[in-house]
Nanobody, 115 residues
């Protein structure tokens, strides 16, 4: 059974930092491209950051320079370090694993940034 479990969300003030983690089980983690998405009320789900099996990363323009994605294949985890948070970063953050035609999502973790 595949599981992606996000943690680390919460309520912070603008300018503060958070680290989100996603723990994967039931998959051969190292062969999956991993990504973080977010969805705020009334909006669609958008890509925040992705990391390939080889460690290449990509980011949404809105988070470049503030967020860092990393992966640990030994622990089957992918992290999202979020610095200088802004109120517009408020959303539910989801972890996604992708390999060829297989795709799995976590249940999401809420991040709320107050001004």
């Amino acid at each position: 059974q595949v599981q992606l479990v996000e943690s680390g969300g919460g309520l912070v003030q603008a300018g503060e930092s958070l680290r989100l983690s996603c723990a994967a089980s039931g998959i051969t983690f190292s062969i999956y491209t991993m990504a973080w998405y977010r969805q705020s009320p009334g909006s669609g789900r958008e890509l925040v950051a992705g990391i390939s099996t080889g460690g290449s990363t990509n980011y949404a323009d809105s988070v470049k320079g503030r967020f860092t994605i990393s992966r640990d294949n030994a622990d089957n985890t992918v992290n999202l370090h979020m610095n200088s948070l802004k109120p517009e970063d408020t959303a539910v953050y989801y972890c996604k694993a992708n390999w060829v035609h297989e795709e799995y999502w976590g249940q999401g973790t809420q991040v709320t940034v107050s001004s």
